[in-house]
């Protein structure tokens, strides 16, 4: 009897995982921009017959020399629970090589003739490059099934289903839903200005740029502003935006003297100069998680004034992050303030991010995690937990300054206080010396503590093993600490 027990909660359970599973593969809309020229991309569940994904085209950047280049990059995506199978054809010729990240995934696919096959037991953002090459590589977003989708009926929802719309410039008003279907493509720009209670959902893709293939080739998105933000969020309070791919036309977010929110599973593609993905400006309680940023400038990027926007900047978090910089900084903080009315950047929380590249020829704009604070600003109370950094083409692991910048500022930061670094791992041997810098002896670089810093598996500390009583705990760590710092420590794990 209690075999047949057994055996029965066996057999339900198993049932029950069966009929919660699901997938839902979204078909490209008519005209879209599609890049089949390097991946046939399926997938399945459970042992059932293979869906074909699409493989969309997004445009990337590289510097050679100085002077940029372009890419046509591609992206697939589609919902899921439970498991499924993934199936990634190179069109190209043999595989002689194959990556999928972030490394710390492991995901280590099997490879049959020019296919590579590999399962998924949860959502995750990835980058499968065959080759060796970073340009022409399938960005693939495996995302959860939305938990939330509102009726087409509703008043309080704007609603996109499948197919392509064209909007133009949309400002939303308050207590509005944007919902934007997976297998719908929606060309303009959102503006949430003055607003409160706004959410912007969907897993579809949000664009400003043009569609070739789409019959019609006149609509124009017109510009309020000469940033031209995919979704800009300003004055506002309370909004939500969760799940979209966007495609801008320079920048993708901007958040202006905001506070209360949210920014979730979001993946976003730049390519031309100065297109941020994510810009904050004097806002606080700003909740950043889930993200997949590829952009030709900084991915994240925390400011105080600037425009017409004022005021300090605190309570900021970013988690689960995958970040892209094929120009510029994964993270900075610091460079823009208010001279005249000093801000002040605190208590921020970046967690679980992983860095995949940095490739910046320019000497002052290097640092996966630059602090840089300029015009005034006080930095302070910021940390970074479980960070893994791959082997970046150009530029440094960490740059700390109080600096003076006379393009971007018009005086040197206050300071930068309080500053803890936990579990950061760096993997390679390109990235140029670190660096530590105050600015006078009244703006300095006050207590920076690299809990379990590992540079290539080797802990920084101190007091490490093999270090001469003469060097810097920086020099084994290929980092300059230099003038009006004190308290820059490097301990093990507690």
Known sequence: MQKKIVLFIFLFLNLYHYAQAQLIAYKAPKGSSLNNSFFTVKVRQGGHQWQSLPTYLATVANVVNTKSTFHATSFSYFDFSGTVEVSVTYNKGAIKSTRIRPLAFGINPKVRGNTLIFSLNRPRNLSIEVNGD???????????????????????????GPGIHQVGFLKVPSNKTIYIAGGAIVQGRLLISNAENVRVLGHGILTQLPLPNYADKTASIPSNSSRNDQLTVEFSKNVEINGLIVLPHKYSVLIGQSAGLSINDLKSFSYEGNADGIDVFCSTNVAINNIFMRNSDDCIAIYGHRWAYYGNCSNISVSNAILWADI?????????????????????????????DQHEHQIDYQG???????????????????????????????????????????????????????????????????????????????NVVFENLQINGKVITDDMPGKPSYYKTGDMANMLIGEHTQDIRFVPSK
């Open 134 to 160: 970073i340009f022409n590589n399938l960005q693939l977003f495996a995302n959860a099934l939305e938990t939330y989708k509102p009726a087409v009926s509703d008043s309080n929802v704007i609603y996109y």
């Open 328 to 356: 510029a900084h994964p993270i900075l903080i610091g460079t823009h303030g208010d001279t005249q009315h000093p801000d002040t950047l605190a208590n921020m929380k970046f967690k679980n991010i992983d860095v995949l």
């Open 368 to 446: 996966c995690l630059a602090l840089n604070a300029g015009d005034s600003n006080l930095l302070n109370k910021l940390q970074f937990e479980d960070v893994r950094v791959d082997d970046i083409r150009e530029g440094q692991l960490i740059n700390i300054r109080v600096m003076f910048n006379g393009k971007y500022n018009t005086s040197a930061g206050r300071g930068i206080n309080n500053v803890y670094f936990k579990n950061i791992f760096y993997n390679g041997g390109r990235a140029n010396p670190s660096v530590i810098l105050g600015y006078d002896e009244t703006r300095t670089i006050k």
